[in-house]
Antibody, heavy 122, light 110 residues
């Protein structure tokens, strides 16, 4: 069974840092692009960041560019999101998801994890 | 305000057919950018429902179908069931913004 399990969500003060992780199982991790998508409770979905299969290219939403860093370790089937300079508006549930296919413009989010909550508050 | 526009809510009685629209622009939904749809049941993670405009992943009932015309996409649900009550999101790729979602549509089964 294809599965993604996020971890690392926590309560953090504004300006602080947090590192999220996503462990993959049941599929060949290195053959999928991987992404983070977040959702403020009661609100809609927002794409955050995507990394290509090999990790050679990364993409970020304008709202997190320069503050968040996505990375992956294909040998460990893990995806990470380093979040710095956190703001109250970063409070959300963060999901990781995989994307099949070669072309970024065609990527959709196939398998999703259950999410990990991040709260930024003093 | 989302780049892709969806109606906030739709409703229908059991057995009926409902459609959810997703309106974009030339920078996202278009000849080369597909529309994808997700279902989010209350308290759960989103689930892929339709990909590539009109393709259903394994396990998704054929009551769900998708289409695209111009810069808009549409999700149709026939034979509405109580278990279909959920939030539905469309998604595409925007040449300036990256991967974008609609604001979501809450489906109520009357």
């Amino acid at each position: 069974e294809e599965q993604l399990v996020e971890s690392g969500g926590d309560l953090v003060q504004p300006g602080g840092s947090l590192r999220l992780s996503c462990e993959a199982s049941g599929f060949k991790f290195s053959t999928y692009a991987m992404s983070w998508v977040r959702q403020v409770p009661g609100k809609g979905l927002e794409w955050v960041s995507t990394i290509t299969r090999s990790g050679d290219k990364t993409y970020y939403a304008n709202s997190v560019n320069g503050r968040f860093t996505i990375s992956r370790d294909n040998s460990k089937s893990t995806l990470s999101l380093q979040m710095n300079s956190l703001r109250a508006e970063d409070t959300a549930v963060y999901y990781c998801a995989n994307s099949p296919g070669w072309l970024p413009i065609g990527w959709f989010f196939d398998v999703w994890g259950r999410g990990t909550p991040v709260t930024v508050s003093s | 305000q989302s780049v892709l526009t969806q109606p906030p809510s739709v409703s229908g009685a059991p057995g009926q057919r409902v459609t959810i629209s997703c309106t974009g622009s030339s920078s996202n939904i278009g000849p080369t950018h597909d529309v994808h749809w997700y279902q989010q049941l209350p308290g759960t993670a989103p689930k892929l429902l339709i990909y590539g405009n009109n393709n259903r992943p394994s396990g998704v009932p054929d009551r769900f179908s998708g289409s695209k015309s111009g810069t808009s996409g549409s999700l149709a649900i026939t034979g509405l069931q109580a278990e279909d009550e959920a939030d539905y999101y469309c998604q595409s790729y925007d040449t300036s913004l990256g991967w974008v979602f609609g604001g979501g549509t809450k489906l109520t089964v009357l």
